[in-house]
């Protein structure tokens, strides 16, 4: 795979991922040669998502169905879109960061290990709860967002494409992993070492765990500005960068 198949791969991995998971949560899908969102399965804004779009005027449209379901949403702009971050400010979404869009050849991976540490596979409701929890403690919006992201989960089942791992330390579950197969490649999400565990290395042997045997040439990623320097250290190469613009209603 060249550098932009890459980017294709990374930027379509997650829009799988994101409408996967609308559809599953509810949410109102579209996908056509205007526009491809999923809008109101999600109290998250990053989940009521619009990942590609072919005009400005598919902003105006995304907002209309954001307000009539009273949810927060966003726009994943990446260089396929073909709607720019000035004509989305001034449909009324705010610039709220980027996400480096990272590769890396699985084989290529540098080994990672904390001694002591073993990876589990989710395969039941009762995995997922302990995969939930976990989450809660540290990841984006806490146990709000885990809470849901468990839900959509429990709705999709445990078999392939999704895959999702708790780490545990001494008996106790220490952190999470999804990988989500899909464009060609696994998919790296929701990875999270609780905060009081932070900076040993957890997230980083959670990530080569989940990855090694991931039955892909390559592996994917949007990574977070606190994670970015742990993906470079496994071996991950930026290729893109994901834009991100939000609108949430206000009062």
Not at 1 to 12: F, K, P, W
Not at 38 to 52: C, Q, R, W
Not at 69 to 80: D, E
Request: net charge negative.
């Amino acid at each position: 795979m060249d550098d932009a198949g890459l980017v294709r791969a990374i930027e379509e991995n997650a829009a799988e991922l994101l409408m996967a998971m609308g559809a599953a949560g509810g949410g109102s899908q579209r996908d056509d040669a205007a526009a491809r969102w999923t809008i109101g399965g999600s109290p998250i804004d990053y989940h009521n998502a619009v990942v590609a779009a072919s005009d400005a005027g598919a902003a105006a449209e995304s907002l209309a169905l954001l307000r009539k379901h009273g949810i927060p949403g966003s726009w994943h702009v990446g260089p396929s879109m073909r709607v720019s971050g000035a004509e989305l400010t001034a449909a009324g979404f705010a610039s709220a960061g980027a996400e480096p869009g990272m590769a890396v050849r699985i084989e290529e991976l540098v080994p990672a290990d904390v001694p002591g540490l073993s990876l589990t596979r989710v395969g039941d409701d009762d995995a997922l709860a302990v995969w939930e929890a976990t989450l809660g403690q540290g990841f984006g919006e806490g146990e709000r967002e885990a809470r849901w992201v468990a839900s959509v989960y429990r709705e999709l089942g445990y078999g392939d494409p999704w895959r999702h791992y708790v780490g545990w330390l001494d008996g106790a579950p220490v952190g999470t992993a999804t990988v989500f197969l899909g464009a060609g490649v696994a998919g790296l999400y929701f990875v999270m070492t609780v905060p009081e565990l932070r900076r040993r290395g957890i997230g980083a042997a959670i990530t080569y765990g989940a990855l090694r045997d991931a039955g892909t040439e390559y592996a994917v990623l949007g990574s977070s500005p606190a994670g970015r320097s742990v993906y470079e250290r496994l071996g991950f190469r930026e290729y893109c960068t994901i834009e991100l613009y939000e609108w949430a209603p206000t009062g």
